[in-house]
């Protein structure tokens, strides 16, 4: 019912920057919030930020707050991460993801919607 995809993903230096975006269809009206969540090989899937879909609330993990931007253009019904001073520990696959739930929360089993994932590789 909503499909998310991803894209902007690839390979920086550290220090580099890249954006993410993610495109939204289907049942946009649906979707409350909208987020990235990241995995790196062998971890749990973390959250990483997350912004309303009609008010703009945005959040930030702590390991990000001060170098990443989450923003959005509903027109285009699509959500942005803007990443910049990137570090070797923020390589990762980075998804993006959709909740319907009015109450918020960073833990990925209790969001709806996924997109399959792009690869962030920072290299030293």
């Known amino acids: 019912q909503v499909q998310l995809v991803e894209s902007g993903g690839g390979l920086v230096q550290a220090g580099g920057s890249l954006r993410l975006s993610c495109a939204a269809s289907?049942?946009?009206?649906?979707?409350?919030?909208m987020g990235w969540f990241r995995q790196a090989p062998g971890k749990e899937r973390e959250f990483v930020s997350a912004?309303?879909?009609?008010?703009?609330?945005?959040f930030y993990a702590d390991s990000v707050k001060g170098r990443f931007t989450i923003s959005r253009d509903n027109a285009k019904n699509t959500v942005y991460l803007q990443m910049n001073s990137l570090k070797p520990e923020d390589a990762a696959v980075y998804y993006c993801?959709?909740?319907?739930?009015?109450?918020?929360?960073?833990?990925?089993?209790?969001?709806?919607?996924w997109g399959q994932g792009t690869q962030v590789t920072v290299s030293s």
């Open positions: 289907g049942s946009i009206f649906s979707i409350v919030t």
């Open positions: 912004i309303r879909w009609r008010g703009g609330n945005s």
């Open positions: 993801a959709a909740e319907r739930g009015v109450v918020y929360t960073t833990t990925p089993q209790l969001w709806d919607y």
